[in-house]
């Protein structure tokens, strides 16, 4: 079957940085998403990467890894409108969007 | 330019109607997407559209049909609604299929009783 892994939920500083985790097991692959979902909102995009590495944006970088079957969503200087849900979604070999189950971040002062 | 519009915001339903979900997008995007989103769980892709004229089912397509008619309008139905169908419903758009940028409208919040 096909999986996309992130953690349920994390906790973090304003002013800090934070990782977060995407692991996929797909029948092959053609892309990664982040997305993120402001609750009670729709998801809206943040990145796409198809090759391994980093790729940055502002405040927020992107890295894949696909022999390790892996990326993360690195944010920087947290602020607290960074508070939402992230979403990992993995394109296969079918062309079918795979969606993970979001990481909900939760940003502390 | 409003992007992609979905109405009504929410509705109530009484188990056994029929209710249809509309969605129009102004981007004149040829791709169509309907998801379902619950908590704990992905979204769940329903039925999609590459381009005008033609659906294909998704990962959870029973009970739900669409039509694509035109480019900007892709309308969700439920011929009879069950409980199980009180979810978040997202419509998206993009471009040029599952590779590009999906754009989502604001979703409708769906209770069936």
């Known amino acids: 079957g096909q999986n996309i892994d992130q953690p349920t939920e994390m906790t973090a500083t304003e002013g800090a940085i934070v990782q977060i985790n995407c692991t996929y097991q797909t029948s092959g692959f053609n892309g990664l998403f982040w997305y993120q979902q402001h609750a009670g909102e729709a998801p809206t995009f943040l990145s796409y990467n198809v090759l391994d590495g980093l790729e940055e944006k502002g405040r927020f970088s992107s890295f894949l890894s696909r022999s390790k079957g892996y990326s993360y969503l690195l944010l920087k200087e947290l602020q607290m409108k960074d508070s939402a849900s992230y979403l990992c979604a993995v394109v296969d070999s079918n062309y079918q969007l795979i969606w993970g189950a979001g990481t909900k971040l939760i940003i502390k002062p | 330019i409003a992007g992609i519009t979905q109405a009504p915001t929410s509705q109530i339903l009484a188990a056994g109607r029929r209710m249809t979900l509309r969605c129009t997008q102004d981007m004149r995007h040829n791709a169509m997407y309907w998801y379902r989103q619950d908590l704990g769980l992905g979204l769940r892709l329903i039925h999609y559209s590459n381009t005008a004229g033609t659906t294909g089912k998704g990962e959870v397509p029973d009970g739900y049909s669409v039509s694509r008619a035109n480019t900007d309008d892709f309308p969700l139905t439920l011929a009879s609604a069950v409980p199980s169908q009180t979810s978040v419903y997202f419509c998206?758009?993009?471009?040029?299929?599952?590779?590009?940028?999906?754009?989502f409208g604001p979703g409708t919040r769906l209770t069936v009783l």
């Open positions: 998206a758009s993009s471009d040029a299929g599952v590779t590009d940028t999906q754009y």
